[in-house]
């Protein structure tokens, strides 16, 4: 190259002088793909990985199960029927009290969205439930709600409330207030522009604010059933640790991750059908 | 049925928008309100439809709205304001549901017809181009049978080709059926075009500068440049002195 650059025909001879090369591209990356078997695939080298260090002895087999001997106990647990035993009680723990905690956390959420009194009145206090490790208050709980499956019920629902009225109320303040002064404008009545309008709008918030608060159910699910239950999955894996009988404990564990890909999962599809309308 | 505006004024705070307007928006006609940008001319609109109440002065209806007006003073929003999660027709079923219709869907056939949006009932606004949209919240304001309508920018989201397209449409509806509409605007070749009366806006605080009359029939209008060279005068200079503001 010479001075040809400092030209105002600098351009021109440089598309002459024969090193044309293309564009760089810059724009790719930040958009993560889908890949479906990257996920399985990380699962299966994990315990793959766990069997052959085990078996080959440069893992110590007290640190870990073999994959292989959790497998025939689950197995073993389905064969005898006690699968069922355990997990009946435990998912109609986790339906009812993940049921009653979403709704009610839905409707307290969408009145702190939509009236100032309540968020005034509420706010505050769903800030100072929020941090309060729930399983601390199982034994006020049993001493309201009895022994038995109300005061499980209590405490899961609970833990799905406090999460879901805070995304409720995000999620409400965020619905797009041309769309509300539309209702106005047409002489919707207040139902009719909550009903058709807030809540639709506010979905997709609703929606991930019940991810997390499923997640936390699962987790109180156990913890209340390790406290006082003699069926569900908390009180087999609690008899399993304190044997320390790792397989068993591992089996439960393993469960306990089942229900929560499957919740994910099932938020995931609700997800795909009700909000089909955002691109 | 008439409106007439008396003496608004109107503060946001410190700032006055609206200073002692006063209008009348006779049946059957389309009224257009131009002025520079932060004139007050949406705020303007948004009190003549009681989505806003004024600090001073009053928004008069005169005469009582046709029979069968479900909704008498109807927006047609710059923004669309459709909801996405509902069809076309969908969108245009909500403004009716509240109401009793025997004939509910076939008011939404007849609207989507006149705005040919017919084969489009089924789509998500997604799926729709701006003009499109526009047709769709125009459609929406139709089925409630308004006996004035309240424009506000309706093309300023759109490009010029669509916004000459839906220019032509609104002049057609009002050729078959003479509504009367108040129709805000910051483009001066669509107050002349759709205009019988264009009320020019004064910079803040917004006052009536001038109400130009337009008697050419609303069909066989050209350019009308002599009209928008008129308007343009008025306005230029404080254009640029709105341009050159800060926001408060």
Request: aromatic share 6%; proline share 6%.
């Given at each position: ?5 400092h030209?105002?025909h ?14 760089p ?72 009290g ?6 009610a ?39 309201w ?29 965020n ?78 564990v ?26 | 049925?008439?409106?007439?505006v008396?003496?608004?004024t109107?503060?946001y705070?410190e ?9 009348e928006?006779?049946a ?48 047609v ?37 006149r ?8 789509a ?34 759109l ?12 002049i ?15 483009n ?12 020019v ?9 001038e ?38």
């Amino acid at each position: 190259m010479t001075d040809t650059t400092h030209s105002p025909h600098g351009a021109r001879s440089a598309q002459t002088d024969g090193s044309a090369r293309p564009v760089p591209f810059r724009g790719g990356g930040f958009r993560p793909a889908t890949n479906r078997w990257a996920g399985p695939l990380v699962f299966a080298l994990l315990i793959a990985f766990v069997e052959v260090g085990l078996r080959a002895g440069w893992i110590s087999n007290l640190t870990l199960p073999l994959p292989s001997d959790v497998l025939a106990t689950f197995v073993q647990l389905y064969e005898t029927g006690l699968l069922w035993r355990h997990l009946v009680p435990s998912l109609t723990r986790f339906m009812v009290g993940g049921t009653l905690g979403a709704l009610a956390g839905i409707g307290v959420g969408t009145l702190i969205g939509l009236f100032g009194l309540a968020r005034a009145g509420l706010v505050p206090m769903v800030a100072a439930l929020f941090p309060v490790p729930k399983i601390a208050l199982l034994p006020l709980f049993v001493i309201w709600f009895g022994i038995g499956e109300g005061s499980k019920y209590a405490l899961i629902a609970l833990g799905t409330f406090t999460p879901m009225v805070v995304a409720t109320y995000g999620a409400v303040d965020n619905v797009d207030r041309t769309l509300i002064r539309m209702g106005q404008s047409f002489g919707l009545s207040w139902g009719s522009i909550v009903r058709k309008i807030v809540l639709p709008g506010a979905m997709p918030g609703i929606l991930s604010g019940l991810r997390i608060g499923l997640a936390i159910a699962i987790i109180l699910l156990v913890a209340a059933e390790m406290l006082g239950a003699q069926y569900g999955i908390g009180a087999y894996i609690l008899e399993a640790g304190s044997l320390y009988d790792l397989e068993r404990l591992f089996a439960g564990v393993a469960i306990l991750s089942v229900l929560g890909v499957a919740t994910s999962a099932a938020v995931a599809w609700v997800e795909r059908r009700v909000l089909r309308w955002r691109s | 049925m008439e409106l007439r505006v008396a003496g608004l004024t109107h503060r946001y705070g410190e700032t006055c928008v609206l200073d002692d307007v006063s209008l009348e928006i006779p049946a059957g006609r389309i009224v257009c309100v131009v002025g520079p940008s932060g004139c007050g001319k949406s705020t303007l609109l948004r009190m003549l439809g009681g989505l806003e109440r004024p600090a001073a002065g009053r928004v008069l209806q005169i005469g009582r709205p046709p029979e069968g007006s479900l909704n008498p003073l109807t927006y047609v929003f710059q923004d669309f304001a459709l909801l996405p999660w509902r069809d076309v027709a969908g969108n245009v079923r909500l403004v009716l549901e509240d109401h009793r219709l025997p004939n509910r869907e076939d008011v939404i056939a007849d609207v989507l017809a006149r705005t040919r949006l017919t084969e489009f009932a089924r789509a998500l606004p997604r799926q729709l181009s701006g003009g499109m949209k526009q047709r769709v919240a125009i459609a929406r304001a139709l089925a409630v049978r308004p006996a004035v309508m309240l424009m506000d920018e309706p093309l300023s989201a759109l490009d010029a080709q669509t916004r000459e397209l839906l220019m032509d449409d609104l002049i057609g509806l009002w050729m078959r059926e003479r509504f009367t509409a108040v129709y805000v605007t910051h483009n001066l070749a669509e107050a002349v075009r759709l205009g019988h009366r264009v009320v020019v806006l004064s910079r803040r605080p917004g006052r009536i500068r001038e109400i130009v009359e337009i008697d050419e029939p609303l069909g066989g209008r050209g350019a009308m440049e002599e009209v928008q060279a008129h308007l343009w005068g008025l306005m230029r200079d404080e254009a640029r002195a709105a341009d050159a503001e800060l926001v408060p």
